[in-house]
């Protein structure tokens, strides 16, 4: 009988599970740093691979984030935050953020 009622709630739960019908239609779509380059990426190659995205139709097939992993920072300043890597990243995260958002 537990099964049963179990059966009943979920396919009951599947009519009510996202409050809105146009949330979520796909997972999350995008291109993170590390799948593809490890820790061994920059701002240019950044900048080269959101052009690819833009250019190639992917952007327009869903693919909407870029993320940064890890590797962007440098040191920590006085009060223990972390520092821009300004060697790879010379334009710094607010540029290459703007000319992201540029693309779509």
């Given at each position: 009988m537990k099964k049963i009622g179990f059966?009943?709630?979920?396919?009951?739960?599947?009519?009510?599970?996202?409050?809105?019908?146009?949330?979520?239609?796909?997972?999350?779509?995008?291109?993170?740093?590390?799948?593809?380059?490890?820790?061994?990426f920059n701002e240019k190659i950044i900048?080269?691979?959101?052009?690819?995205?833009?250019?190639?139709?992917?952007?327009?097939?869903?693919?909407?984030?870029?993320?940064?992993?890890?590797?962007?920072?440098?040191?920590?300043?006085?009060?223990g935050f972390l520092t821009v890597d300004?060697?790879?990243?010379?334009?710094?995260?607010?540029?290459?953020?703007?000319?992201?958002?540029?693309?779509?």
């Amino acid at each position: 009988m537990k099964k049963i009622g179990f059966l009943l709630a979920f396919v009951v739960s599947i009519g009510y599970a996202q409050k809105f019908e146009s949330l979520a239609l796909t997972p999350p779509m995008g291109w993170n740093t590390y799948n593809t380059f490890a820790g061994n990426f920059n701002e240019k190659i950044i900048r080269d691979m959101v052009d690819v995205i833009a250019s190639s139709g992917m952007r327009d097939a869903g693919y909407r984030y870029i993320i940064i992993d890890d590797n962007w920072t440098s040191t920590r300043d006085s009060l223990g935050f972390l520092t821009v890597d300004t060697v790879r990243f010379p334009s710094g995260l607010k540029a290459l953020s703007d000319y992201i958002h540029s693309k779509g």
